[in-house]
């Protein structure tokens, strides 16, 4: 369930050395920085709070020491730095350009690493496998645990610090599972915040194809009504409402509202209706659209992401 706006980069590191990122912050809705200790979140910044240049430019130094300026402390267990941009309007806002750079004098080039021996490449691959393997089961039950706790529904919302998830993200999970003729209906008032978004995904915990199916939307992209409220239906075709979340053709899966340096975090009400009687529950004020205009939202969802993921 990797967040549909997102880019993620990431660059492994030592709590026991120094490394500066130095960069441009783009335009790009949320920039963040985190630094990881195996599995859990271990310090978070976010570029808004940095000292940043008029041209965008900007320094940021990673350290055990504090250092003056732009800083993020390292642990002895840091392990990655993670950077994660989130865009909102997915044609228009310019990434981020960074580069990182380990400052820790050397006394000499790094010697030439041996090649691996055939007992050790061995290893490495059953390792390998059995990640995979370990990655699935503990997805697979993520979803399960999930369900046992109500379909359809949202739960408690939370950082999920302690599964990498950055301290100023607070995300609301739920399970959601529908029939041929069933529509869900997703209604919360929508908080001040610097981004909020929805995605659903399939069984096995990955986003659905958010380039060709409007299967997520965030607070650029969807239409608030003039309650404050947005109101959102998951179906598997097409109700001709402006905020449609797409299962393609998905029986069942998570569902999740990321809500970033929000003001509140809002549990959404939900209810299963028949899609035929979605007329009848949604305000009359709801906007429409039609295939010509739907064709138009996914052109322009896969050139985003056509221009997020440049491939040279």
Known sequence: MDCPD?????AGIRG???YRVTGNRGTVRYLGFQVMGGMESAANV???DLDIGPDGTFTLLLSSEE???NWMPLSPHASALIVRQFFYDW???DPAQLEIECLTPRDAAPAKAPFPKPSELARQLVALGEFVDQSVRFW???EESGRAQGVNVFRLPSARTDMGGAAENVTVWGSWQLGDDEALLIEVPVPEALYWSVSVGNY???TIDYANHQSSLNGHQAVVDRDGSVRLVVSHRDPGVANWLDTAGHRQGPMIFRWLRAADSPVPATRVVPFGSLDAVLPVE?????ENARRQVLEGRRAGVRARFVRS
């Open 16 to 18: 026991t050395e120094t």
């Open 6 to 10: 997102a880019a993620y980069l990431g």
């Open 91 to 93: 044609e228009k806002e």
């Open 286 to 290: 709801t906007v429409r659209i039609d």
């Open 46 to 48: 976010v570029a808004d």
């Open 140 to 142: 697979m039950d993520i």
């Open 67 to 69: 250092q003056p300026g």
């Open 204 to 206: 096995w915990w990955e």
